[in-house]
């Protein structure tokens, strides 16, 4: 899970609903709608569920620390997508009893090395890499007409992208994989996937799928014209003049998709 740094995520809280709407614009959800997609339930169904419950986000303090607002910007995601939430005057088990003591339901943390959203009256546990991979797969999906049969690559084959990668496959898309590193793409291949060895392959793929952490790389020039990109990981690889051309073509953003996504894998049917 690459670290946020506060300057990227500085303004989500504020500018929350604005940014869900432009995702609507994108991609015909906003993020409640990807939510939902992602639930598999209806939408009466899933608002229902939203209902009783409530999000507390409890900040942890281990490791390198807390990100300055991180908690405050999880916690007006949760809010655009429906939910009740808080967070905790306490940091880690103090913030854990308080979130409790208060009657939530589902309390959000994260580590240097995880980032989970716990359900404690059902035991339901979403983690933020698969769920990041399945907000970035469905966002593709809707805003592309779908993924079924069309070939798709999935740039940077770590965590969230082999993530990627299982769900390009679970929705009968023809999924790539590219990684600079050669031991990664070694393990994408022995799982099945078909590889390209270099980044002039690159533009001959419609939808894309980037989960690399490396920012600026990608250039316009390296793209097909028509391309979707789907883009979780960060910083953003796209530089400068490819995010200005693609950017009525390109998802992305430090922490919406994948909060709404981790919302949506509590409650799948």
């Known amino acids: 899970m690459t670290r946020l740094v506060e300057s990227w995520i500085r303004d989500i809280a504020g500018s929350i609903e604005e940014y869900s709407g432009y995702l609507k614009k994108t991609t015909g959800l906003d993020l409640s709608g990807l939510a939902v997609r992602i639930s598999g339930l209806a939408q009466r169904d899933f608002s229902a569920a939203l209902s009783m419950s409530q ?3 409890v900040p942890i303090t281990t490791g390198q620390g807390i990100i300055g607002t991180f908690s405050e910007s999880v916690a007006a995601i949760a809010k655009c997508v429906g939910l009740q939430a808080f967070v905790t005057t306490g940091t880690d088990v103090a913030g854990i009893h308080e979130a409790c003591a208060k009657g939530a339901g589902i309390l959000f943390m ?3 090395d995880r980032f989970i959203a716990l359900d404690v009256k059902r035991g339901r546990l979403a983690e933020n890499s698969a769920s990041t991979a399945r907000g970035y797969t469905e966002a ?3 805003a592309s007409g779908g993924l079924e049969g069309r070939r798709a690559l999935v740039i940077g084959c770590g965590e969230v992208g082999m993530e ?4 390009l496959k679970r929705k009968n898309a023809l999924p790539a994989a590219y990684d600079i590193d050669p031991n990664r793409l070694k393990a994408a291949a022995a799982e099945g996937y078909p590889t390209i060895n270099n980044t002039v392959e690159i533009k001959k793929f419609p939808l894309i799928l980037d989960a ?8 316009a020039d390296m793209l097909a014209d028509n391309a979707w990109i789907a883009a979780a990981g960060v910083p953003l690889s796209l530089d400068e003049d490819a995010s200005a051309a693609f950017r009525l073509r390109l998802i992305h953003d ?9 919302i949506g894998d509590l409650f799948r049917s």
């Open 55 to 57: 999000v507390a986000v």
């Open 110 to 112: 994260a580590d240097d």
């Open 140 to 142: 593709l999906a809707a």
């Open 164 to 167: 990627m990668l299982a769900e």
């Open 212 to 219: 690399c952490p490396q920012g600026g790389w990608l250039t």
């Open 254 to 262: 430090y922490l919406p998709i994948g909060v709404a996504a981790m």
